[in-house]
């Protein structure tokens, strides 16, 4: 078991500096941060729900109700549940050298890797959570968006270890967690809510 959790701990290490450093470009730079702000989404997420609503009838509207249940249990899930009971600390304050985002600007954390730049625990990322959540909410309603649903999700997920403030770990642990409770939420909703569509 031992040799087993060496291997995944070096191996999520490994992959978390290879999209950390390897990456790092001022494209990247500018770009990460826009990505990995959920508010920026929201505004076309937001139209998207609007048009459902209206548009939806019945249906639509339920549907589009019923995705504020996802965002609540995937963000309680992760943030209040999960995180305080694993308490894994954060890259940006154990690998020495990280390309971190904090507060507006780009900077490189020490060479010791002693500091602490944010003091939230690591895992599950709720930002994967959330938006993987919605992903699979919506895809499994309407499969005709989830090509664009998954780009998203792809994106922030990324954006995160861009970012130095996860491990990729953190992000498959927050799309898992999100995929799941989403599909909680859904299936009765399709089965039981609205057996005729």
């Known amino acids: 078991m031992g040799n087993e959790l060496s291997w995944f701990t070096s191996t999520d290490r490994a992959v978390f500096e290879v999209i950390n450093r390897l990456f790092t470009s001022g494209f990247f730079n ?4 826009i990505v990995s702000n959920l508010v920026v989404w929201a505004i076309p997420l937001g139209i998207g729900w609007i048009v459902f609503f209206i548009r939806g ?6 549907i589009a109700l019923c995705c504020f249940l996802v965002v609540a249990a995937t963000d309680q899930l992760s943030s209040s549940v999960i995180k305080p009971v694993v308490q894994r600390n954060r890259p940006c304050n154990v690998v020495p050298g990280t390309h971190l985002y904090l507060n507006g ?3 490189t954390t020490d060479k010791f ?15 994967a959570a959330n938006v993987a959540g919605q992903a699979m909410y919506w895809s499994y309603f309407y499969p005709q968006i989830s090509p664009f649903m998954i780009f998203i999700a792809a994106a922030v997920g990324f954006s995160r270890i861009y970012m130095g403030v996860h491990w990729p770990s953190d992000v498959i642990a927050g799309y ?20 005729d569509d």
């Open 176 to 195: 898992l967690l999100g995929i799941v409770v989403a599909l909680m939420i859904a299936f009765p909703i399709k089965t039981w809510i609205l057996p």
């Open 30 to 33: 500018l770009l990460m941060p």
């Open 113 to 127: 890797g002693l500091t602490t730049y944010k003091d939230s625990f690591s895992f599950p990322s709720s930002h």
């Open 57 to 62: 009838k019945r249906r639509g509207r339920l």
């Open 105 to 107: 600007k780009w900077l």
